[in-house]
Nanobody, 121 residues
Framework: QVQLVESGGGLVQPGGSLRLSCVAS????????MGWYRQAPGKERELVVV???????NYADSVKGRFTLSRDNAKKAAYLQMNDLQPEDTAVYYC???????????????WGQGTQVTVSS
């Protein structure tokens, strides 16, 4: 079994900061991409940022310059530092990772359970 566990969400005022964490656990041979998506009420899930094992990242235009993704391969973890948060950043944030359980298993995309981020005064 593979699990992605997120933490770090909460309520913050506009202009504030939060740091989300995502840790992968279980039977893991290799992790390719890790990243974050978000889903606001009444909207579809959208990409926030994805970071590949090759070291490249892809940020949504709406978060460029404010959010920073980092990755710790040894800990099988990804972190999302979110600065200058605005009400439009309010959403459930989901961690996503493309994982292979062994050389005989295919690459599979996994999702965490989500963590709520609310930006409000």
């Amino acid at each position: 079994q593979v699990q992605l566990v997120e933490s770090g969400g909460g309520l913050v005022q506009p202009g504030g900061s939060l740091r989300l964490s995502c840790v992968a656990s279980g039977s893991i041979f290799s992790i390719d991409t890790m990243g974050w998506y978000r889903q606001a009420p009444g909207k579809e899930r959208e990409l926030v940022v994805v970071f590949t094992s090759g070291g490249t990242d892809n940020y949504a235009d709406s978060v460029k310059g404010r959010f920073t993704l980092s990755r710790d391969n040894a800990k099988k973890a990804a972190y999302l530092q979110m600065n200058d948060l605005q009400p439009e950043d309010t959403a459930v944030y989901y961690c996503n990772a493309r994982i292979r359980r062994s050389v005989r298993h295919p690459w599979v995309g996994y999702w965490g359970q989500g963590t709520q981020v609310t930006v409000s005064s």
